[in-house]
């Protein structure tokens, strides 16, 4: 497991360390810097897979993420240029520094780096690595085929633009975290425990998907069930755009396996509130089976749902974190100040810091306060 994380003149990360759990949560205000400590680790990977790394450098634009160029990942007021991203896990350990290229899209590894090569055969870097980006697939009747990343990487793409083939290949495969077994699912496969926690989304829910090699594509379809027979197929389109939106999110949760690394950009959107508690749900569960996962997210009902995980002993509090991301507008500097927040045994939260999703709170006081 990616056990710490350590950036220095990262984007709007100044010099910073973060303690990672199996579930650990990135929330703050709009660009302060929540996204910037995902897109190092999104970085190292894209890199990687160009065999940029460890000996070249560090591509800043690519599959998972694009930067820019050196000035705009280089943190405003460095003091030197040059940019550190320290990752530490279990018994392997990368610290890398790179030279900085104001107008390059690849900043060039520096002398001073320390690389463990077995540190490349971390889940970060193999087939056990999944990412879904807050940019998902929208509704549509057919989606993209890769054999290669569906049926050798195990990706669902990073805009989930491979689900609708990934569940046609291994909807029938027996899902390997008990605990994520739906008690309405009759079987362990992925299909039928998909259909079950959709169903607690949206009521009845039942996924259809087919490989369609003529013209290279699979589609995607929803069936729905009342108490006596089940509906007409309905495209996704007709659906709702939360149904699709989430569904690349449940399926990486139900194929991952133990030891899995997954990085999910906001699996709340587009969801209900009931929808966001059953996604906090499956998240605890996962994660608490030895599948860690790093999650951005502005959702309340992500937090109080994994909170009452705590607290109903689904989850231990020693296995999640929680980092809020603000600003000193006060300070010249331009640096993210991190916060670093503790679930207790009781799924309370004792230090609340001001910004921090109280703005129901802020809003209920503005009702029930006295013109």
């Known amino acids: 497991m990616l056990n710490l994380l350590s950036l220095k ?7 910073d360390d973060f303690e990672l759990r199996n579930l650990t949560l990135f929330s703050g205000v709009n660009g302060m810097g929540k996204s910037s400590v995902l897109q190092s680790l999104l970085l190292l990977r894209q890199s990687y897979d160009k065999h940029l790394l460890p000996s070249v450098g ?14 705009d990942l280089l943190y405003r007021t460095a003091e030197e240029e040059s940019v550190k991203i320290e990752a530490c896990w279990d018994e392997n350990h990368l610290e890398l520094h790179f030279d900085y290229d104001k107008n390059s ?19 970060l870097f193999d087939s056990n690595f999944q990412y879904l980006s807050a940019e998902r697939i929208s509704p549509k009747s057919v989606y993209e ?6 049926n050798q990487r195990r990706s669902l793409g990073s805009k989930g633009e491979y689900t609708a083939h990934f569940l046609s290949q291994h909807g029938d495969k027996v899902i390997t975290i008990d605990g994520l077994q739906h008690p309405k699912a009759t079987t362990m496969s992925l299909i039928d425990n998909l259909n079950a926690w959709m169903s607690e989304i949206t009521p009845g829910t039942k996924v259809i998907t087919k490989l369609i090699p003529e013209i290279n594509q699979a589609s995607l379809h929803y069936q729905f069930s009342s108490a006596t027979e089940l509906t007409d197929k309905f495209r996704p389109e007709n659906t709702g755009f939360g149904l699709t939106y989430v569904l690349p999110v449940v399926t990486a949760l139900l194929c991952a396996r133990p030891d899995d690394l997954l990085i999910i950009e906001n699996p709340e959107s587009h969801l209900h509130p009931s929808g966001q508690s059953v996604i906090a749900k499956m998240l605890s569960i ?3 089976n030895n599948i860690q996962i790093l999650i951005e997210t502005h959702s309340d009902h992500i937090l109080n749902g994994v909170r009452g995980a705590v607290k109903h002993n689904d989850m231990s509090s020693e296995n999640v974190l929680i980092y809020f991301l603000s600003r000193d507008l006060s300070s010249p500097e331009h640096a993210a100040n991190v916060e670093k927040i503790e679930i207790n045994d009781d799924g309370r ?13 802020k809003s209920l006081n503005i009702l029930l306060k006295d013109e």
Request: proline share 5%; charged share 25%.
């Open 105 to 123: 899209d690849m900043q060039p590894i520096s002398f001073k780096s320390i690389i463990d090569p077995s540190a490349f055969k971390e889940s």
């Open 9 to 15: 003149n990262f984007k709007s990360i100044k010099d």
């Open 349 to 361: 939260i004792d230090n609340w810091p001001d910004g921090f999703f109280d703005e129901w709170d």
């Open 286 to 288: 996962a994660s608490e």
């Open 58 to 71: 560090l591509s800043l634009s690519g599959e998972y993420v694009k930067i820019g160029i050196g000035q």
């Open 145 to 150: 085929v890769s054999d290669y990343a569906v």
